[in-house]
């Protein structure tokens, strides 16, 4: 088989069939609808910050409740009805005019959930000149240190793990 030939045969393979087509637009309406709704709901009582898109590109709603100097940054995915439960949230509270700090990141994991918290949250603090994140590492955590590690990192924080004293932190200086 020629070069050539190699390359349409993987385009046909990518190809979809006419009823895989369906199924997708069909799911996406789904999701519109579901986003529509949950949307009202969740604006009753929080500020919606955005809409994008997590994991397998499926919908989500970005919402706030703000108190003071803490907040509570939340995600609900729009394959499923709001019913006053978010999927994923990040508690943050500001310790001064130039420093967020992440007091906890809760929800259901590889999902792509908290990736995009995390970039909402560094949107935010962009907005509102905030030159610094940072967060600690809890002795609780220290099951999955590599996984916390790798996650941080990739949004572009110093993480530095004590192994031994089973703790850390992060820090992310938007400069």
Not at 23 to 37: A, V, Y
Not at 51 to 58: E, L, M, V
Not at 129 to 153: C, M, P, S
Request: glycine content about 4%; proline content about 1%; hydrophobic content about 35%.
């Amino acid at each position: 088989m020629k070069g050539e030939d190699k390359v349409y045969s993987a385009f046909l393979e990518k190809e979809k069939t006419k009823s895989e087509l369906k199924e997708e637009l069909d799911t996406l309406e789904i999701q519109l609808f579901r986003m529509k709704n949950n949307i009202k709901e969740i604006a009753k009582d929080s500020e919606i910050i955005s809409i994008d898109q997590a994991g397998d590109d499926n919908w989500v709603v970005i919402y706030a409740h703000r108190e003071k100097d803490m907040f509570q940054l939340m995600l609900h995915d729009c394959r499923k009805p709001y019913r006053g439960k978010w999927n994923s949230a990040i508690q943050a509270e500001y310790k001064d005019k130039h420093t967020l700090h992440i007091a906890d990141i809760k929800g259901e994991e590889n999902q792509g959930y908290g990736s995009v918290l995390l970039q909402h949250l560094k949107d935010m603090a962009r907005e509102e000149n905030v030159q610094y994140i940072t967060g600690d590492i809890a002795k609780r955590d220290a099951d999955h240190f590599d996984r916390l590690e790798y996650f941080y990192e990739k949004h572009y924080f110093h993480v530095e793990i004590d192994h031994k004293e089973k703790c850390g932190e992060i820090i992310w200086n938007d400069t």
